[in-house]
T-cell receptor, first 110, second 118 residues
Framework: DGGITQSPKYLFRKEGQNVTLSCEQN?????MYWYRQDPGQGLRLIYY???????QKGDIAEGYSVSREKKESFPLTVTSAQKNPTAFYLC?????????FGQGTRLTVV | AQTVTQSQPEMSVQEAETVTLSCTYD???????LFWYKQPPSRQMILVIR??????QNATENRFSVNFQKAAKSFSLKISDSQLGDAAMYFC???????????????FGQGTILTVHP
């Protein structure tokens, strides 16, 4: 089935550690996005990529990093510089018109 | 910079009644797309409806329709004959379709929680 896969579904991180969230799509989409969602809040854009080997900062990029080495993959690294990383993270890819979303990763700092 | 504002944090409606969710946006672009997404308790984002800015006709998808007012930068969602399954958080979203620094940037509003009463 075509779609977007985020893994893992739940992730726990110790303070001071970097952690990488996976996002893979087989929809042959050029554009991909990472969003952060806090409880009862909207989606805030972290990074987005229009094409392989290119990406742009979103509205809350500080403390995060991404890479786009393959069309299918857009991993997000939450670094130790992100002071409040506990949140729900959503990845999306976009074809010509609308975006399609993964199931999300719940990251908790312990 | 583009912004999307949903001024209603929560709305409620009786089953079978009609409800309208509000959305305004701010942009200097003339070519763009607008979307409404639904996020049920499962947290899976589902596209409800989209509108191309160059189209004057309001989009309709079954019980869902929009009122797109380009000059006012307003994009409301009307849900008719509300059903229990419509209960979710609804997000308005904007994406420019022109070249420039914001090309392809997909921006969401804060969301509106819709409760449907039986």
């Amino acid at each position: 089935d075509g779609g977007i896969t985020q893994s893992p579904k739940y992730l726990f991180r110790k303070e001071g550690q970097n952690v990488t969230l996976s996002c893979e799509q087989n929809l042959n989409h050029d554009a991909m996005y990472w969003y952060r969602q806090d409880p009862g809040q909207g989606l805030r854009l972290i990074y987005y990529s229009q094409i392989v080997n290119d990406f742009q900062k979103g509205d809350i990029a500080e403390g995060y990093s991404v890479s786009r080495e393959k069309k299918e993959s857009f991993p997000l690294t939450v670094t130790s510089a992100q002071k409040n990383p506990t949140a729900f993270y959503l990845c999306a890819s976009r074809g010509w018109l609308e975006a399609f979303f993964g199931q999300g990763t719940r990251l908790t700092v312990v | 910079a583009q912004t999307v504002t949903q001024s209603q944090p929560e709305m409620s409606v009786q089953e079978a009644e009609t409800v309208t969710l509000s959305c305004t946006y701010d942009t200097s672009e003339s070519d763009y797309y607008l979307f409404w997404y639904k996020q049920p308790p499962s947290r899976q984002m589902i596209l409800v409806i989209r509108q191309e800015a160059y189209k004057q006709q309001n989009a309709t998808e079954n019980r869902f329709s929009v009122n797109f007012q380009k000059a006012a930068k307003s994009f409301s969602l009307k849900i008719s004959d509300s059903q229990l399954g419509d209960a979710a958080m609804y997000f308005c979203a904007f994406r420019p379709n022109a070249g420039g620094t914001s090309y392809g940037k997909l921006t969401f509003g804060q969301g509106t929680i819709l409760t449907v009463h039986p």
